[in-house]
């Protein structure tokens, strides 16, 4: 018999206890099922990662059996395609440093700085608009960025540095500090957003102006996000491919100069994959390498993120 046919006077405690305990079973039942599907979908994507870790790691390995680890991050020539191979990744890991350092010079005052003013002066209705219209700027495809570096940012370059080279540094790195600002300026703006109002009241009371108690107090409080932020976006900046494959050039020169065009890692990696170099040779194994010290370099930038986060982080009740 149905609960619904059972009268509520006719309902037994023992009749009662039972219709209960079949009534929260299924839906104990049904919660198990949700985990285990949420279980099985955060194993697929640990597995994806340990996956990508093991081929480089494999690969990584059998190129080190033929490169030194010492030729390896100490050469200064990378010409692995070339008749005359040298494995020195230092060009190449300069390249990518030089650039993303660019982008930060780029994208952290510009980021900063609209997220102090977006978390602190900018109007509810001012606000509504701009962050929507900053955060397009994360939706246009990095392969954009790189047209707009080499036909728009490169020849107004020129203009000034008349000794600049068609593919360059600068040119890329200008165009992927644009690309980060989203991502400076959504998190900073979210660190700010969280120091408590009580703060700003408190020094607004001892007769604070707005901009003081951005410098003094909002900043300082909201210091670990801000600077975790800087740190994303560097690791974001150090792992962007199609902006240096076509603004920056693919000359593995060990130069500093922003204006000469050099190769980054991500840019090599793209160079090789593009189907002449045959499976299993050395030269096929060097993507893997560059990707493994890439990885490396991706993954202790977001430790110490994490780290500066839990180090500096302030908690308010």
Partial sequence: MSEQA????????????ELKTRRFGGRALKEQAISAVLFV????SI????GIVFVLFEESFRFFREVSLIEFFTGTRWTPLFASKSFGVLPILNATVLIAGIALLVAVPFGLGSAIYLAE?????????LKPTLEVLAGVPTVVYGYFALQFLTPMFRKVFPEMQVFNALSA????GIMIIPLVASLSEDALSAVPRSLRDAAAGVGATDMETVVSVTIPAALSGIVASFILAMSR???ETMIVAIAAGNSPNLIFNPLQGMQTMTAYIVQVSLGDTPRGTIEYQTIFAVGLTLFFMTLGLNLVSRWVV????EQYE
Avoid: D, I
């Fill in 47 to 50: 597995l994806t990662t340990f």
């Fill in 173 to 176: 790195g200008v165009a992927m």
């Fill in 41 to 44: 979908l955060a194993l697929v």
């Fill in 237 to 239: 900046a150090v792992g």
């Fill in 121 to 129: 002066f900018a109007p509810r209705r001012v606000r509504s608009v």
């Fill in 6 to 17: 059972l009268p509520g006077a006719l309902m037994t405690p023992k009749v009662a206890a």
């Fill in 310 to 313: 839990r180090r500096f982080r």
